[in-house]
């Protein structure tokens, strides 16, 4: 049964700076690709960042781009989102997905209906 945890989301500052992480189990972390997405109440789930299976391919939502960045720590079965100069617009819940894969997929994916499991979500909160 796949599994994903997030933590790591908290109140800051515009201007700080958060660390995501996603701890993932019960599937092939290292042949799957992964992403987190944002929502914030009464809106859809929103892309963030997609990292591909090997974790040498990533793409970015333009709002978060030169300020984000997501990488899979393959000895951990972990993904991480760096998040940098936090703006009042980055307040969401953030959320961890992951794909079932049979095989190594070299692509990263910005669409939340590709994504098959989900985390519970973490809060993050910018205060202006």
């Known amino acids: 049964q796949e599994r994903l945890v997030e933590s790591g989301g908290g109140l800051v500052h515009a201007g700080g700076s958060l660390r995501l992480s996603c701890a993932a189990s019960?599937?092939?972390?290292?042949?799957?690709?992964m992403g987190w997405f944002r929502q914030v109440p009464g809106q859809e789930r929103e892309f963030v960042a997609g990292v591909n299976a090997a974790g040498t391919g990533t793409g970015y939502a333009d709002s978060v781009k030169g300020r984000f960045t997501i990488f899979k720590e393959m000895d951990k079965n972990v993904v991480l989102l760096q998040m940098d100069r936090l703006e009042p617009e980055d307040t969401a819940v953030y959320y961890c997905g992951g794909l079932r894969t049979s095989s190594l997929d070299p692509y990263w994916y910005d669409q939340s209906d590709m994504y098959d499991f989900w985390g519970q979500g973490t809060q993050v909160t910018v205060s202006s």
């Open positions: 019960g599937f092939k972390f290292n042949i799957s690709p």
